[in-house]
């Protein structure tokens, strides 16, 4: 098992970064504002890292 997070997570969680909303990620990525908070749970959870 890899070491590295998921691409799809680092992607969302870049996105939402960059925009600093969650909405405006979802409109780049093509995906639900739903999907990009799972993706950020996701990358949180396998950093170790509670928000």
């Known amino acids: 098992m890899s070491n590295l ?3 799809n997570a680092l992607r969302a969680f870049e996105a939402a970064g ?3 909303n969650f909405r405006a990620a979802t409109e780049e990525m093509g995906v639900t ?15 170790g890292c509670c928000v």
């Open 5 to 7: 997070p998921p691409l």
């Open 18 to 20: 960059r925009h600093l």
């Open 33 to 47: 504002q739903g999907a990009v908070a799972q993706q950020v749970r996701l990358l949180e959870s396998r950093l």
